[in-house]
Every structure is written in C-alpha cells, then in structure tokens.
Nanobody
Framework: QVQLVESGGGSVQAGGSLRLSCAAS????????MGWFRQAPGKEREGVAA???????KYSDSVKGRFTISQDNAKNTLYLQMNSLKPEETAMYYC???????????????????WGQGTQVTVSS
C-alpha cells in the first residue's frame, strides 16, 4: 500500500501563488508516476499535472505556463507550484500515485489507484 498526504493548501487572492506538497510513504518503490488532480463543487475531477520517474511531465492546457510540477525522489515528495491563480481554480486538490506507464500520456484518474485526502485551495477575486 501507498499512503499520500497533501499539504500547502489555503486561501489566496486572484493572481497569487501557492505551493502544494504531497508526501508518499509505504510501498513507494511501486510508484512510477504521480499526479495532481482537482475537483470543484459540482464538477468532475480533472487532471492538473503528472510526472513520472523518468521526469516526463504532462500539464492540462488550462495550467500550462502557470503551474509547475516537480518531485524529490529522495524524499518521496511531490510538489505543485501554482502561480497566477484564478478564482475558477478554487477546488479540492488531490495527490495521486500510479504504477502505470500511461499516466503522463492520458492523466486519467482511473489510472491512479492511490489517493491522498486532498487539500483545499480557495482563490478569491
């Protein structure tokens, strides 16, 4: 099993920045890819960014140029630097982990069996 714990969420004004962290523990050797997803009230969960062990990265079109995903393999920690945040990006942000080699190609939630509890990001206008 893999356990994921997110941190770093909070409230920020539009245009502001936040940095999310996700600490992984347990059977982390099984993880090939990690990603960030978000879900706003009444909306479907969507992929934001994913990164695999080889450093391949995928971003959703809506965050390209503003968000940066990174990882510290030695610390088993995933990060998401979010800049120029918009009110419509208010959501619960989730960290997820996968053994799939497709996760940076498809970035679909069904490819990720392990999930954190989420951290709330609120962007005010």
């Amino acid at each position: 099993q893999v356990q994921l714990v997110e941190s770093g969420g909070g409230s920020v004004q539009a245009g502001g920045s936040l940095r999310l962290s996700c600490a992984a523990s347990g059977f982390t050797d099984s993880i090939y890819c990690m990603g960030w997803f978000r879900q706003a009230p009444g909306k479907e969960r969507e992929g934001v960014a994913a990164i695999n062990r080889d450093g391949r990265i995928k971003y959703s079109d809506s965050v390209k140029g503003r968000f940066t995903i990174s990882q510290d393999n030695a610390k088993n920690t995933l990060y998401l630097q979010m800049n120029s945040l918009k009110p419509e990006e208010t959501a619960m942000y989730y960290c997820a982990a996968s053994a799939s080699s497709y996760c940076t190609t498809l970035m679909r939630d069904y490819l990720f069996p392990y999930w954190g509890q989420g951290t709330q990001v609120t962007v005010s206008s």
